[in-house]
């Protein structure tokens, strides 16, 4: 079940929307940005996510 809850929010986008807000935008309350872009790895596994550990 846990699964299928993260997969949908990794295909729907909502998983890319919260890494947006925690790594590539100020934090508060001292508005620190990681400046952290998201990997093109990452991006794949968003758009297909995978149980199978990454080669």
């Known amino acids: ?8 929010a990794e295909t729907s986008g909502q998983a890319a ?3 947006h807000k925690w790594f590539e ?3 508060p309350p001292k508005n620190i ?3 952290f872009e998201m990997s093109e790895g990452m991006k794949k596994l968003f ?3 995978s149980d199978k550990p990454a080669s």
């Open 1 to 8: 079940m846990l699964d299928e809850v993260i997969a949908k």
């Open 17 to 19: 929307q919260i890494y």
């Open 47 to 49: 758009a297909q996510p």
């Open 25 to 27: 935008t100020p934090i």
């Open 33 to 35: 940005n990681l400046e």
